[in-house]
T-cell receptor, first 111, second 114 residues
Framework: DQQVKQNSPSLSVQEGRISILNCDYTNSMFDYFLWYKKYPAEGPTFLISISSIKDKNEDGRFTVFLNKSAKHLSLHIVPSQPGDSAVYFCAASGLGNQFYFGTGTSLTVIP | DTAVSQTPKYLVTQMGNDKSIKCEQNLGHDTMYWYKQDSKKFLKIMFSYNNKELIINETVPNRFSPKSPDKAHLNLHINSLELGDSAVYFC?????????????FGPGTRLTVL
């Protein structure tokens, strides 16, 4: 039973353009969300997070948007760079201490 | 200096064997985790330890047994390996539990059961 879903397994974007990665969740008790980035043969690394009391969090080129009513979050990367090419996982947690991960979206930024 | 390390990085073994994967973190974190990433790329938690005590134990076959000799180590022992155990296993750690405690992951151990 997958509570966090990333329906786009892959995305290609031209360098300098915006990358938008999407994530949906089903559990209304989730109140904290994170994005992780993963390069091949490495573990995921934390990128950015957002609490449910906010609808936007920005860190440099990365912005996460949260739409609680739609149970949807998105990660915007602008401008996209070739070094951003990686797999991006979104994750969510609620009252407990467990994080639920999506299956990832593979982003390719074309130079 | 690697923050979360796992050994071995690759493990190829026969069905029915017993194997262990070791994990160490030098971040001074209190909480450690084991995740399994299967062929569908689904990253799912298996176990979590906080200060050497088991706090999360998902529905995992009891052939899998975690052992935490101290806060910096969380090893995973797997008995009677099966084909379906083939996956990438990630160890992770965090300062505490819950929101605000982002997890730091190791590089993963790719287990292949033949």
């Amino acid at each position: 039973d997958q509570q966090v879903k990333q329906n786009s397994p892959s995305l290609s974007v031209q360098e300098g353009r915006i990358s938008i990665l999407n994530c949906d969740y089903t559990n209304s008790m989730f109140d904290y969300f994170l994005w992780y980035k993963k390069y091949p043969a490495e573990g995921p690394t934390f990128l950015i997070s957002i609490s449910s009391i906010k609808d936007k969090n920005e860190d440099g080129r990365f912005t996460v948007f949260l739409n609680k009513s739609a149970k949807h979050l998105s990660l915007h990367i602008v401008p996209s760079q070739p070094g951003d090419s990686a797999v991006y996982f979104c994750a969510a947690s609620g009252l407990g201490n467990q994080f639920y991960f999506g299956t990832g979206t593979s982003l390719t930024v074309i130079p | 200096d690697t923050a979360v390390s796992q050994t071995p990085k690759y493990l190829v073994t026969q069905m029915g064997n017993d194997k262990s994967i070791k994990c160490e973190q030098n971040l001074g974190h209190d909480t450690m985790y084991w995740y399994k990433q299967d062929s569908k790329k689904f990253l799912k938690i298996m176990f979590s330890y906080n200060n050497k005590e088991l706090i999360i134990n998902e529905t995992v076959p009891n052939r899998f047994s975690p052992k935490s000799p101290d806060k910096a180590h969380l090893n995973l022992h797997i008995n009677s390996l099966e084909l379906g155990d083939s996956a990438v296993y990630f160890c992770a750690s965090s300062q505490g539990t819950g929101r605000g405690n982002e997890q730091f992951f190791g590089p993963g151990t790719r287990l292949t059961v033949l």
